[in-house]
């Protein structure tokens, strides 16, 4: 062992950091479907349609028939931190739409091949082009790096090839597509049960019959009874919209659909937590409700559950995590407390309603 002196500090290129923040935010072709399906929600989308090649490893493909993007514009597309969501920082308080840090597409084009093609309804033509580390390439080799104008209905098609490609350590860690295709169907099922507004489909490419088919301007009971079982959307109860903290100004409301004392698709459980439109983990209030469950079903058991808070945006931060699974918001316990109180009264009013019909 010999002593070193330090080596120099250099500055990573921009290549290499765009590299390592692609890495970051698409962890597999669920998070980068997630980040997709949220851009389409955001131009105002009513029809979502995925298609994918194993499991969308090999490419991934979405249609909307949201705003679509100016030709202007596509220049910056998949620049990262370009973004027409978020212009100043204290925007964060009243964001009305899922993204903010013009980082999905940057990151999508740092790790596979993307063409994009969209059409405003004010183009009289749709406009192509495809992206590679964050700038438009030429569509054949020696050709210009511009967009080209192409037939296309208003909306946008977004295709992206040979997800990391550029990363052959993360490639090989996927071992089974077919994990992965159930992986992105959970994540639009979810999406899917929450904005029953907008008709979603998922396939495989090559395959006629969808995966996932629901009707625009459906429900999210309708949505539960298709994409999961009618069986088990017969059983939810319902939790109308509700104030969780009446006392408070900052009024948060919580609505959702929960299984009841027997389902019996207890056994498999699900969860589906949305904070103001944003799906995400919540350690602390899943075991909240688990553990109120445990008062109602077998042991080992775990309850189906969605649920949709709506919190006072002064009072959370989105802007935890670059995938943005995470959020904070202020005043936890009581929510929490709130939010069980919620669930309680659905479970107990279920009860009563059983055992009056057993005393008539
Ligand atoms: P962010 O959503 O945080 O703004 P993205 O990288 O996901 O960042 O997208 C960059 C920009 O591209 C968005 O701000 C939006 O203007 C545009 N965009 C992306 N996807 C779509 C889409 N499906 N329809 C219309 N515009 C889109
Ligand atoms: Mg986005």
């Keep these: 062992y010999e002593p070193q002196g330090p080596k120099p500090i250099r500055k990573l290129t921009k290549d290499v950091i765009n590299q390592i923040a692609a890495a970051e935010i698409i962890h597999r072709p669920a998070n980068a479907i997630k980040e997709l399906l949220e851009n389409s929600l955001d131009a105002g989308s009513s029809s979502i349609k995925i298609t994918l090649k194993d499991g969308g490893l090999k490419s991934i493909q979405i249609t909307d028939n949201g705003h679509g993007i100016n030709k202007a514009d596509l220049p910056l597309l998949c620049e990262r931190y370009a973004t027409s969501k978020l212009q100043k920082f204290e925007d964060l308080q009243k964001l009305g739409t899922y993204g903010f840090r013009g980082e999905a597409l940057a990151s999508i084009s740092y790790c596979s091949h993307v063409e994009v093609i969209t059409k405003t309804k004010n183009d009289g033509c749709g406009w192509k082009a495809n992206f590679q580390d964050g700038v438009i390439i030429p569509s054949k080799p020696g050709g210009p790096a511009e967009p080209k104008p192409t037939a296309a209905n208003d909306g946008t098609v977004i295709t992206a090839e040979d997800l990391f490609y550029n990363m052959p350590l993360r490639k090989r860690a996927f071992k089974s597509p077919s994990d992965e295709y159930t992986r992105v169907l959970d994540v639009i099922t979810k999406y899917a049960v929450h904005n029953p507004h907008a008709s979603w489909s998922c ?57 009841n004392a027997n389902s019996n698709w207890a056994r498999k459980g699900g969860w589906l937590l949305f904070i103001n439109n944003r799906l995400v983990e919540s350690n602390k209030i899943k075991k909240a409700i688990d553990a109120l469950y445990t008062a109602y079903l077998p042991k080992g058991a775990s309850p189906w559950v969605y649920l949709s808070l709506e919190i006072d945006s002064a009072k959370i931060d989105v802007n935890v995590h670059p995938t943005k699974s995470e959020v904070h918001f202020l005043n936890e316990d009581e929510m929490i407390d709130g939010i069980c109180g919620a669930v309680q009264t659905a479970l107990a009013g279920a009860n009563v309603s059983r055992s009056f019909s057993v005393q008539t």
């Design 203 to 259: 396939k495989k490419a090559g395959t006629s019959l969808p995966d996932i088919s629901t009707p625009v301007n459906s429900t999210v009971k309708a949505n539960i009874a298709n994409l999961y079982t009618p069986s088990l959307a017969a059983e939810l109860l319902e939790i109308p919209l509700t104030v969780l903290q009446p006392e408070s100004k900052l009024s948060s409301t919580i609505r959702g659909w929960v299984s």
